[in-house]
């Protein structure tokens, strides 16, 4: 039963990549598959990763298109202060 819902899920998923894409929206992501890590990013149980490369303009505009959105970063936030310049590594 799991798998069939997953792959139900991932067809949602691919439908939905469809419709942003169409505009120009999306056409940079990678979909990761159910609880597996996406980028050595951790994937919590039953749920499906997605990396978009194009920042949040494609996730905002899917929740104006009615589609749930839910932004989470992908492993903190710090305080600016704390972040060196690249040229100091």
Do not use: W, Y
Request: include cysteine.
């Amino acid at each position: 039963m799991i798998g069939q819902e997953t792959h139900e899920v991932e067809r949602k998923i691919a439908a939905i990549l469809e419709r942003l894409k169409a505009p120009g929206l999306c056409n940079l992501f990678v979909v990761g598959k159910a609880t597996e890590p996406i980028c050595e990013i951790p994937v919590s149980s039953n749920k499906i990763g997605l990396i978009l490369f194009s920042g949040l303009n494609p996730a905002a505009s899917a929740a104006e298109e009615n589609i749930t959105v839910i932004n989470k970063a992908m492993s903190g936030v710090m305080d600016i202060g704390q972040l060196r310049s690249f040229k100091s590594l």
